[in-house]
């Protein structure tokens, strides 16, 4: 599963809008959008890991993060991919190439 390209651009004009464009550490403009989601478990682990099921904890939730790493000094930061959202379009695609990805917005 990866974000689409479409999803991507949004995200790294708004960075842009906001303000992040150098790396807080090291003031590198090297500033890469990863195109797989980061996963933020809230809550505590899933119940075959130790905790209780989801339908038993209403407190445990997922998060998708958009990652966004300095190439030069290896600093990460993820960001609330739900803040990007610009429709109900999906952000996600799995299975699909770049170019069948196109092929879909093309149609």
Request: proline share 5%.
């Amino acid at each position: 599963m990866r974000w689409t390209k479409k999803f991507l651009a949004e995200v790294a004009e708004r960075l842009q809008q906001l303000g992040v464009k150098a790396c807080p550490v090291c003031g590198s403009d090297a500033l890469v959008v990863g195109r797989l989601p980061v996963y933020v478990l809230g809550g505590g682990l899933p119940g075959a890991a130790g905790g209780r099921p989801r339908d038993v904890d209403p407190d445990r939730r997922t998060d998708y993060a958009v990652r966004v790493e300095c190439s030069l000094c290896g600093h990460i930061m993820v960001f609330n991919s739900e803040r990007y959202r610009t429709s109900d379009t999906k952000n996600l695609v799995m299975g699909l190439t770049d170019q069948e990805e196109d092929d879909l917005e093309g149609q």
